[in-house]
């Protein structure tokens, strides 16, 4: 479980985060939404150490993230896989040498172990025969599933991925969202998802925070956002024309 | 604004310098930054260091009008020029353009696609994982690299010296054998060391604080290469007054 208490974050004198707080539960898929600029990336950052808060805290089963030194935070961010928005694949190395990078670095397992666990992960983002091929050689999909794949390699505890149907077909993205909800409640892990895709939000969001200008505006269930008189939630959520019609013959 | 530069360098440089999680996966990295480095410029070091060597020949036997000096200074001359300035000096400018720019790209391009912050988020210390790599390759095989330029840029003098007429083979031999101190040797070495600590450390930190995109990753690889040539050249003088 993760609990997020009172987060504050400025850069320079722009108040970014303005006292978020919320907690997300274990096997849960947590989705963060909001508009461009409300703070989802900047608030993600600071969960996972690549922002420091001005201010709050940050429990990962009650330890307390944002007031530890970078060494004790190695312990935790172990129990952290991340895929971000671009897929952050490191270039240089072969999808193989990505997924196993983790693995190479901090554990002791015998290459046939570290070899065996890599194609598990690839398989099971419904990827084969790409071990050798360099990131710039895969599609944006395969991407994605290759930065699935390296996050779960070492078994985390945390998943959280930003933007993961950014620059994907439809068809894709639904391959993506359904592969995060299943890792989730496959391994019990508690994946934050911080996400612009609406689709994403009714199948996959078992509990919505929606920023906006940097505040907790509105936190609930998918089915909750369908029934919210929200303002603001309802100007972005139904904002597509299309996508309010298709919600309202459908009667969801 | 120096001051909050100089300052940043030396925290990335403390950070870089660290004890690394694992010597083995670290040991793979030099090794790979090794032959970017090293075997990567053996052609260029060569090409520039041949034409050094014939071009000081050449202007060194037309400067010298005199019948009374001895032709075998030529020989001389283009020895001590490539080993205390030509090929440390020169060839470390040249590396800056070469090397530089693509320790600063590297390293930028991965900042500005959230490669470095991936890193960080799995718990590796990036500035150690990305940059001690490339110091240690670079204080590694740049004074190599010198050390063929030296010998190819002698060669290439005698040469040229052959070629124009100005100096004969044993004349030219003879004025690489004369009056020989170690010392140019040392300094020149020296001087090889610092200016790849230079050249890695610079460009790293150029491109570890890229921000932006693909304009600024450009921007930083351009940075990178004016410093290092200034704070080379900057170097040169100090270590000159120093051991000279």
Not at chain 1, 180 to 194: A, L, P, R
Not at chain 2, 161 to 190: C, H, P, R, W
Request: aromatic share 8%; net charge negative.
């Amino acid at each position: 479980m993760i609990e997020i208490k009172d987060i504050y974050k400025s850069f320079d004198d722009k108040q970014v985060l303005k006292g978020i707080t919320s907690t997300f539960k274990e096997g849960s898929c947590n989705l963060i939404i909001g508009a461009s600029g409300s703070g989802k990336t900047t608030l993600i950052k600071c969960m996972v150490g690549l922002h420091e808060v001005d201010s709050g805290e940050i429990l990962y089963n009650d330890r307390d993230f944002a007031n530890l030194d970078f060494h004790e935070r190695i312990p935790i961010r172990k129990e952290i896989g991340m895929l971000f928005q671009g897929s952050a694949l490191f270039d240089s190395l072969t999808v193989q040498e990505n997924v196993m990078f983790s693995l190479n670095m901090f554990t002791e397992m015998p290459n046939s172990e570290k070899l065996d666990r890599v194609n598990f992960c690839l398989s099971r983002v419904n990827l084969e025969n790409v071990n050798k091929k360099f990131p710039a050689e895969l599609s944006g999909g395969m991407k994605k599933r290759v930065g699935i794949a390296r996050a779960i390699a070492m078994q985390p505890k945390y998943l959280y991925c930003d933007e993961p149907n950014s620059g994907l077909d439809p068809k894709t993205s639904i391959v993506i969202d359904n592969l995060i909800k299943e890792i989730t409640e496959e391994y019990n892990i508690t994946t934050i998802v911080n996400t612009h895709d609406m689709n994403s939000v009714m199948e996959i969001g078992d509990n919505i925070l929606f920023l906006h200008k940097g505040e907790k505006w509105w936190e609930g269930s998918s089915k909750d956002i369908r029934h919210t008189h929200n303002k603001e939630l309802n100007d972005f959520v139904f904002a597509s024309k299309f996508f309010k019609e298709a919600m309202e013959s459908n009667n969801l | 604004m120096l001051f909050y530069h100089l300052g940043k360098y030396v925290l990335l440089m403390k950070a870089s310098l660290k004890r690394p999680e694992k010597w083995s996966f670290y040991w793979k990295e030099i090794i790979r930054e090794m032959v970017s480095i090293g075997v990567g410029s053996v052609g260029i070091i060569s090409i520039i260091s041949i034409f050094m060597g014939a071009v000081t020949t050449v202007q060194t036997a037309f400067q010298l009008v005199s019948n009374l000096i001895p032709l075998s200074v030529i020989g001389q001359i283009t020895r001590d020029n490539s080993i205390l300035e030509l090929s440390p000096t020169i060839g470390a400018l040249v590396l800056a353009g070469k090397t530089g720019s693509n320790i600063a790209s590297q390293i930028g391009t991965m900042r500005v696609t959230e490669q470095i912050d991936a890193l960080e988020v799995m718990g590796v210390n990036s500035p150690g994982y990305l940059i001690l790599p490339k110091i240690i390759a670079g204080i590694t095989m740049i004074p190599m690299l010198v050390i063929v330029s030296v010998f190819l840029s002698i060669l290439g003098g005698m040469i040229a010296g052959n070629l124009s007429g100005a100096v004969t083979q044993s004349e030219y031999i003879t004025g690489l054998q004369a009056d020989f101190k170690t010392i140019l040797l040392t300094a020149g070495m020296v001087k090889a060391i610092v200016y790849a600590f230079i050249i890695t450390s610079v460009s790293s930190y150029q491109g570890f604080y890229t921000e932006g995109g693909a304009l600024e990753v450009g921007e930083s690889s351009t940075r990178a290469v004016v410093v290092s040539c200034i704070l080379i050249l900057f170097a040169d003088y100090i270590i000159a007054q120093l051991l000279l």
